[in-house]
Antibody
Framework: EVQLVESGGGLVQPGGSLRLSCTASGFTFSNHWMHWVRQVPGKGLEWVSRIIPDGSGTSYADSVKGRFTISRDNAKNTLYLQMNSLRDEDTAVYYC?????????????WGQGTLVTVSS | QSALTQPPSASGAPGQSVTISCTGTSSDVGAYNYVSWFQHHPGKAPKLMIYEVTKRPSGVPDRFSGSKSGNTASLTVSGLQAEDEADYYCSSYAGNKVLFGGGTKLTVL
């Protein structure tokens, strides 16, 4: 089955760290640009980060630059998001998504999301 | 860069057509033909409905269509059905970033 499954969400204190994982199956993971997108409860979708198929290039939203790091292990078919210096406003459902066209944001496959709650 | 601008809500009766706009700038929507539209039902994963401004992924009904003029892209849903009621988001490639719109809640009256 073609799918993405996120894990690693949970409750963390402000200033803390968390690493999200996204495991891909049913397709050639190493052929695709991958993204992380988040949704604050009750708010809209916000793009977080993107990584090139071989992992050699990344980009970030201004709101997370310098705090979050996207990476991938193509041998393990897994995408990661290392989140440091977490803030209350990082509380959201985090989705990983597969891009169908270059790194354009044409995300045709999404995971079910994992909830990150930043609170003391 | 700010999010793309969408109307917060739209509505139409079953069978009618509705168009949702997505306004960006000459650095994103106006610069690239990489506008996508997503349908999002609460609690579920977003679904790609349109990509590269006008293209429909396999399985998306042809009632959904996309277009672009200048810095504004549009999604038109024809022959509205009850299951079309959802939140709709546009996104645009913007060079080294991807931008999303604020979302439009589509209500089928």
């Amino acid at each position: 089955e073609v799918q993405l499954v996120e894990s690693g969400g949970g409750l963390v204190q402000p200033g803390g760290s968390l690493r999200l994982s996204c495991t891909a199956s049913g397709f050639t993971f190493s052929n695709h640009w991958m993204h992380w997108v988040r949704q604050v409860p009750g708010k809209g979708l916000e793009w977080v980060s993107r990584i090139i198929p071989d992992g050699s290039g990344t980009s970030y939203a201004d709101s997370v630059k310098g705090r979050f790091t996207i990476s991938r292990d193509n041998a393990k078919n897994t995408l990661y998001l290392q989140m440091n210096s977490l803030r209350d406003e990082d509380t959201a459902v985090y989705y990983c998504a597969r891009d169908e066209v270059y790194g354009s944001g044409s995300c045709g496959l999404w995971g079910q999301g994992t909830l990150v709650t930043v609170s003391s | 860069q700010s999010a793309l601008t969408q109307p917060p809500s739209a509505s139409g009766a079953p069978g009618q057509s509705v168009t949702i706009s997505c306004t960006g700038t000459s650095s994103d929507v106006g610069a690239y033909n990489y506008v996508s539209w997503f349908q999002h039902h609460p609690g579920k994963a977003p679904k790609l409905m349109i990509y590269e401004v006008t293209k429909r992924p396999s399985g998306v009904p042809d009632r959904f269509s996309g277009s672009k003029s200048g810095n504004t892209a549009s999604l038109t849903v024809s022959g509205l059905q009850a299951e079309d009621e959802a939140d709709y988001y546009c996104s645009s490639y913007a060079g080294n970033k991807v931008l999303f719109g604020g979302g439009t809640k589509l209500t089928v009256l």
